[in-house]
């Protein structure tokens, strides 16, 4: 070997290898429907064991089979993410059965409302705070600190369009990915040298249970059809590249960033 080309590995890792999760445990919330289970079982595809954290025991199962149906392992964790003593219980419980966490999905969260901000309740805003912000950060907080005696990891949250532009009736849901956004950033400089990344994905509108109310809406539908420039709602599985991206080390450049896909929302 020349002197020229001494440091050239002989083979660099193929792009399919970068994005495999072979060997990894992952552990995502809010994976019983909607963007969650589709997540999950993009990282279950890309060789992933998945733990999944959702109220609804019966459902959780339900994707845990489709898990299992790709030759992964599942475990399901029944816990209300809001109560600190079950969300602690959740992650205890994960690491029992797993021994750690490589890649952490906090995606558990709630848009209840659609309402003028000057007819919004204390109790709503509390409600979507609680959920969206609180246990967000205490999730990733408890995971973090195991990811770093482990070595590292990767920690994805769900933002939103709705992070960086201003949504009429949805003011505090928008307040509440704003700062999600905004631990992304911090958590990704606080944790860093430990080599735990975080990058949020940001969707725009996609056709979940949250969504489906306001895009039937003859209105309102037609009015996010309009102000979305590819013209339509996103489906959940438009999601699953970004998300397999963002727990590889396809990714191993990349932290403290929020990843839009919003059919070009943000862009006007
Ligand atoms: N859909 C969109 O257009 C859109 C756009 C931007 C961002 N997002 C974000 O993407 C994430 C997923 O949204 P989605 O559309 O998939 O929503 P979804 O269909 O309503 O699903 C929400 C998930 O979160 C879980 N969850 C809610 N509260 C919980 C709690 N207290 N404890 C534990 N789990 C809880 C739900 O499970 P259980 O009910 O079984 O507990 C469910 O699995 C959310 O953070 C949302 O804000 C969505």
């Known amino acids: 070997m020349s002197e020229e080309t001494a440091d050239i590995p002989a083979k660099l890792p193929s792009v399919f290898e970068q994005f495999s999760l072979a060997g990894r445990y992952a552990l995502v919330t809010g994976a019983s429907r909607g963007i969650g289970r589709v997540i999950a079982l993009a990282l279950a595809d890309a060789g992933a064991d ?8 019966d459902r959780l ?5 489709e898990v299992r149906a790709r030759g992964r392992r599942a475990i399901t964790v029944t816990a209300d ?14 690491y029992a059965a797993f021994g750690r966490v490589d890649v952490l999905v906090s995606n558990a969260g709630i848009s209840p409302i659609w309402k003028r901000s000057t007819e919004v309740t204390e109790d709503e805003w509390d409600a979507i705070f609680a959920t969206n912000v609180k246990a967000n950060f205490f999730l990733c907080t408890n995971v973090a600190a195991r990811m770093v005696d482990h070595g590292g990891g ?3 949250t769900l933002a939103s369009v709705a992070s960086v532009v201003g949504t009429p009736r949805m003011a505090v849901y928008g307040a ?4 999600v956004a905004q631990l992304t950033r911090t958590f ?8 735990v990344r975080v990058n949020a994905i940001a969707p725009g509108y996609i056709e979940t249970d949250m969504t489906s109310g306001v895009l039937e809406h003859p209105y309102f539908g037609n009015a996010i059809r309009q102000a979305t420039p590819l ?38």
């Open 188 to 195: 990704a400089l606080e944790w860093a040298r430990h080599h």
């Open 81 to 94: 993410l809001v109560k600190m003593d079950e969300l602690t219980r959740a992650v205890e419980q994960v």
């Open 154 to 156: 990767s920690i994805i």
């Open 176 to 179: 509440s990915k704003a700062a």
């Open 231 to 268: 013209g339509r709602p996103g489906k959940p599985e438009e999601l699953a590249g970004i998300a397999v991206y963002l727990a590889s080390d396809a990714s191993s450049y990349a932290t403290g960033q929020l990843f839009l896909v919003d059919g070009g929302i943000a862009a006007e």
């Open 50 to 57: 998945l733990a999944l954290v959702a109220r609804s025991a």
């Open 61 to 65: 199962e339900q994707v845990a089979e």
